[in-house]
């Protein structure tokens, strides 16, 4: 997806309200603590065959909820342009022509393995 | 303003305190003091000073806090109770090491008391009233002009050792009407407030606190205030005496209690009375070394005070028990007579009173 | 890749001592962000309560003062009144400002001091570990009401909004919330209004009133605290500008 978080694990309490904040259920807290004892908060594993991404939309609203602002938020430059030809885990292909600016062209999932 | 005039001490002080470049003056009414907060409220106007009547002593002394945190010379007046509730205040300034000037009207107490002038105040002054190891520079003028006088002193003590400076007038300085030179005197070498607060604009920011709680750090804020102490009661003791070489009874009072004692002793001595007196001007730092080398000949000292007996402690730290110090006082904003302090001062030749037992 | 979100300058780059889950390390945030939008930094001072913030000067990177439990109202009078072109704001929470600070609270917003108040509302005495302050719920168990709070020996929680709103000096006053993150941007606004206010010019007192989660004092993990700001506190504390 398009977009992509960074946190300060260290400096992370573990108070969990990103993850509760974040609409892609893409925040989790770890099972291994940090040098302070938290267990802090970090972006869960891609979906995403073959990328870092997560399913993460750039929508900061973890970083906005963070009490200690150690979230930093990236996002595709290209946002809001389709992406061409995703594979997902599932099997799924997001194929997405960037020339085609219809909606119907934006999206179509072929099935099977691809 | 150089010329004579007739004004009372309450006016007087804040006219000099104008002169001697006061930018703020915040203040709540209380007697005896009104006419300070009246003039102010006219006066610091026309300059285009900061004048603010505040809700209660406890902010008036929160709002000289704010103004001198950001670099500026800021007063409060008020009397006795009101000053009770300064304290905090008071505390507060001197952890952060704010430069403050106070002044204190005293009136009778304690509690609401009376509107009567009194010197009840002096331990609160000098022992500070407020919390922790920290002390107050105490001015004591006794007249009109040296109330006037004080501001300009206290205001550049204040600022150049970042100190809170008490003035101590009482209810018959602040209203008695003295003939008085008011002028603008020349300030002391100062040192520049890089500390205050001015917008970190191009710089660190700066941080005005009182509270330390790394271990070791307040004790060492602690220690540099008491060497800053230290240099203080070095460097800016303030007294008068009159006839102590020759005198066998020393009578030691500020304020308006010098001014009886002065007309005592010049009766005393008319009588051929062996009689002279110290006058503190300065209550912190106390002249200790003066009275403790008067104490080094025989002589008695009599302490007399509007209260029940609160410098007569420090003379005796200073005296340290080489000679007899007595008392003699009047409380509750009564006033003692010049007949009573000469009928003290006669008491104290006759042989019974002086014999020493080391008891006072 | 473009960063969309970072810390911002004035907030300092340090821990906090804040509890996991505390509303203060927010509510820094959005006013420190507020002073890098203004471009301000230069010329604000803030002033630092007694409680938990205390030690906000360690974390915003501007001229701050810490003052006496509930007298920055009256501190705040002393630094605008001889700095009118500083932007002074205050930081309080509500034992600060609602109980011992009452009448300095007051008295600004009745002279119209042109200063900015923050005051973080978090229905009790955190940094002193759970007591009851004046803006405690009705049925609440803190430490001095181990019972839960009553009406009729506690007296009902304390709006100070509502109270302040009435007066002429008072220009701006809303009450905001930091229990999700669209409560949190909408916060942002509020604060940011409140700051324009004084950076303008206007004649009076702004107040935002932020309902703030305290897991610690209420003994809650963050998730339930935030729960219990969004239920129970906006019960209390109805969300909305009250004035201006």
Same mark, same amino acid.
């Given at each position: 997806m398009a977009g992509k978080i960074i946190i300060d694990t260290e400096r992370c309490k573990g108070c969990g309200l990103c993850v509760v904040s974040c609409p892609q259920n893409s925040i989790v807290?770890?099972?291994?603590?940090?040098?302070?004892?938290?267990?802090?908060?970090?972006?869960?594993?891609?979906?995403?065959?073959?990328?870092?991404? +997560?399913?993460?939309?750039?929508?900061?609203?973890?970083?906005?909820?963070?009490?200690?602002?150690?979230?930093?938020?990236?996002?595709?430059?290209?946002?809001?342009t389709p992406l061409p030809n995703k594979k997902l885990k599932n099997g799924n292909i997001l194929a997405i022509e960037p020339e085609k600016k219809s909606k119907a062209d934006l999206l179509s999932l072929k099935g099977g393995t691809g | 303003m150089n010329e004579r005039v007739l004004m009372c001490g309450n006016e007087a002080l804040a006219e000099a305190s104008i002169l001697a470049g006061v930018d703020a003056y915040f203040g709540y009414p209380i007697t005896p003091q009104n006419e300070i907060p009246a003039y102010m409220a006219r006066r610091m106007p026309e300059e285009g000073r900061v004048f603010v009547q505040?809700?209660?002593?406890?902010?008036?002394?929160?709002?000289?806090?704010?103004?001198?945190?950001?670099?500026?010379?800021?007063?409060?007046?008020?009397?006795?109770?009101?000053?009770?509730?300064?304290?905090?205040? =008071?505390?507060?300034?001197?952890?952060?090491?704010?430069?403050?000037?106070?002044?204190?009207?005293?009136?009778?107490?304690?509690?609401?008391?009376? =509107?009567?002038?009194?010197?009840?105040?002096?331990?609160?002054?000098?022992?500070?009233?407020?919390?922790?190891?920290?002390?107050? =520079?105490?001015?004591?003028?006794?007249?009109?002009?040296?109330?006037?006088?004080?501001?300009?002193?206290?205001?550049?003590?204040?600022?150049?050792?970042?100190?809170?400076?008490?003035?101590?007038? *009482?209810?018959i300085l602040g209203q008695m009407m003295e003939p008085v030179v008011l002028e603008t005197k020349p300030r002391r070498k100062l040192p520049p407030k890089d500390w205050a607060l001015t917008g970190a604009e191009g710089r660190e920011q700066n941080i005005v606190r009182s509270l330390w709680l790394k271990e070791g750090v307040l004790e060492e804020l602690n220690n540099k205030l008491q060497a800053r102490y230290r240099q203080i009661e070095k460097d800016e003791v303030l007294c008068e005496q009159y006839e102590v070489e020759t005198a066998e009874i020393v009578v030691i009072a500020y304020g308006v209690a010098a001014r009886i004692v002065r007309s005592a002793v010049d009766k005393a001595r008319e009588e051929g009375i062996k009689v002279g007196w110290i006058r503190p001007i300065t209550l912190w730092p106390f002249p200790t070394e003066q009275i403790s080398r008067a104490a080094d000949e025989l002589r008695i000292f009599l302490t007399v005070e509007m209260n029940c007996g609160q410098m007569l402690e420090d003379v005796k730290l200073a005296v340290a028990g080489k000679a007899p110090v007595l008392f003699y006082g009047r409380a509750g904003g009564s006033i003692p007579t010049v007949e009573q302090v000469l009928e003290k001062i006669k008491q104290l030749t006759t042989k019974k009173s002086v014999q020493w037992t080391g008891k006072s | 890749m473009k960063t969309v979100f970072k810390r911002t300058k004035t907030l300092k780059d340090c821990p906090t001592h804040y509890c996991p889950g505390c509303g203060h390390g927010i509510a820094h945030r959005l006013i420190a962000e507020t002073i890098d939008e203004l471009g301000i930094r230069g010329?604000?001072?803030? =002033?630092?309560?007694?409680?938990?913030?205390?030690?906000?000067?360690?974390?915003?990177?501007?001229?701050?003062?810490?003052?006496?439990?509930?007298?920055?109202?009256?501190?705040?009078?002393?630094?605008?009144?001889?700095?009118?072109?500083?932007?002074?704001?205050?930081?309080?929470?509500?034992? *600060? %400002?609602?109980?011992?600070?009452?009448?300095?609270? %007051?008295?600004?917003?009745?002279?119209?001091?042109?200063? +900015?108040?923050?005051?973080?509302?978090?229905?009790?005495?955190?940094?002193?570990?759970?007591?009851?302050?004046?803006?405690?719920? %009705?049925?609440?168990?803190?430490?001095?009401?181990?019972?839960?709070?009553?009406?009729?020996?506690?007296?009902?929680? %304390?709006?100070?909004?509502?109270?302040?709103?009435?007066?002429?000096?008072?220009?701006?006053?809303?009450?905001?919330?930091?229990?999700n993150a669209a409560q949190v941007r909408k916060t942002k606004k509020v604060i940011r209004h409140a700051f324009e206010l004084q950076v303008a010019g206007a004649k009076g007192l702004s107040l935002v009133e932020v309902l703030s989660p305290c897991p610690a004092g209420w003994r809650m993990t963050p998730t339930e605290a935030v729960k219990w700001v969004e239920n129970e506190m906006t019960k209390a504390f109805p969300l909305g500008r009250l004035k201006g």
């Amino acid at each position: 997806m398009a977009g992509k978080i960074i946190i300060d694990t260290e400096r992370c309490k573990g108070c969990g309200l990103c993850v509760v904040s974040c609409p892609q259920n893409s925040i989790v807290i770890s099972e291994k603590s940090n040098k302070n004892g938290y267990f802090p908060a970090q972006p869960v594993p891609s979906v995403v065959e073959g990328t870092n991404n +997560t399913d993460c939309t750039g929508c900061a609203m973890c970083a906005v909820i963070c009490p200690e602002a150690i979230i930093e938020v990236q996002c595709d430059d290209n946002i809001g342009t389709p992406l061409p030809n995703k594979k997902l885990k599932n099997g799924n292909i997001l194929a997405i022509e960037p020339e085609k600016k219809s909606k119907a062209d934006l999206l179509s999932l072929k099935g099977g393995t691809g | 303003m150089n010329e004579r005039v007739l004004m009372c001490g309450n006016e007087a002080l804040a006219e000099a305190s104008i002169l001697a470049g006061v930018d703020a003056y915040f203040g709540y009414p209380i007697t005896p003091q009104n006419e300070i907060p009246a003039y102010m409220a006219r006066r610091m106007p026309e300059e285009g000073r900061v004048f603010v009547q505040s809700e209660s002593e406890l902010a008036a002394i929160n709002m000289v806090f704010g103004a001198s945190a950001t670099g500026k010379r800021a007063m409060t007046t008020s009397s006795s109770p009101g000053i009770s509730l300064m304290q905090e205040g =008071i505390s507060y300034l001197a952890g952060a090491q704010l430069p403050a000037v106070i002044v204190n009207v005293m009136r009778g107490g304690p509690g609401l008391g009376n =509107i009567a002038p009194s010197q009840a105040d002096y331990f609160q002054a000098t022992r500070g009233g407020g919390h922790g190891d920290y002390r107050t =520079i105490t001015l004591a003028p006794s007249s009109v002009q040296e109330l006037a006088d004080s501001m300009s002193l206290a205001f550049d003590l204040a600022d150049e050792y970042r100190m809170q400076v008490m003035v101590l007038a *009482d209810g018959i300085l602040g209203q008695m009407m003295e003939p008085v030179v008011l002028e603008t005197k020349p300030r002391r070498k100062l040192p520049p407030k890089d500390w205050a607060l001015t917008g970190a604009e191009g710089r660190e920011q700066n941080i005005v606190r009182s509270l330390w709680l790394k271990e070791g750090v307040l004790e060492e804020l602690n220690n540099k205030l008491q060497a800053r102490y230290r240099q203080i009661e070095k460097d800016e003791v303030l007294c008068e005496q009159y006839e102590v070489e020759t005198a066998e009874i020393v009578v030691i009072a500020y304020g308006v209690a010098a001014r009886i004692v002065r007309s005592a002793v010049d009766k005393a001595r008319e009588e051929g009375i062996k009689v002279g007196w110290i006058r503190p001007i300065t209550l912190w730092p106390f002249p200790t070394e003066q009275i403790s080398r008067a104490a080094d000949e025989l002589r008695i000292f009599l302490t007399v005070e509007m209260n029940c007996g609160q410098m007569l402690e420090d003379v005796k730290l200073a005296v340290a028990g080489k000679a007899p110090v007595l008392f003699y006082g009047r409380a509750g904003g009564s006033i003692p007579t010049v007949e009573q302090v000469l009928e003290k001062i006669k008491q104290l030749t006759t042989k019974k009173s002086v014999q020493w037992t080391g008891k006072s | 890749m473009k960063t969309v979100f970072k810390r911002t300058k004035t907030l300092k780059d340090c821990p906090t001592h804040y509890c996991p889950g505390c509303g203060h390390g927010i509510a820094h945030r959005l006013i420190a962000e507020t002073i890098d939008e203004l471009g301000i930094r230069g010329r604000t001072i803030g =002033i630092a309560p007694v409680g938990c913030a205390v030690l906000a000067y360690d974390y915003l990177d501007v001229d701050m003062i810490e003052v006496a439990h509930g007298r920055a109202p009256a501190v705040a009078t002393g630094i605008k009144r001889t700095n009118p072109d500083m932007i002074i704001f205050s930081y309080q929470g509500d034992g *600060d %400002l609602a109980s011992i600070g009452a009448a300095e609270i %007051l008295h600004a917003a009745h002279r119209g001091e042109q200063i +900015t108040v923050i005051f973080i509302n978090n229905a009790v005495y955190g940094m002193t570990s759970g007591q009851m302050a004046p803006t405690t719920l %009705l049925g609440q168990i803190t430490t001095t009401t181990p019972l839960g709070r009553e009406a009729d020996s506690h007296g009902h929680p %304390l709006q100070v909004s509502e109270l302040l709103a009435v007066l002429p000096g008072a220009i701006y006053i809303e009450r905001c919330s930091l229990h999700n993150a669209a409560q949190v941007r909408k916060t942002k606004k509020v604060i940011r209004h409140a700051f324009e206010l004084q950076v303008a010019g206007a004649k009076g007192l702004s107040l935002v009133e932020v309902l703030s989660p305290c897991p610690a004092g209420w003994r809650m993990t963050p998730t339930e605290a935030v729960k219990w700001v969004e239920n129970e506190m906006t019960k209390a504390f109805p969300l909305g500008r009250l004035k201006g």
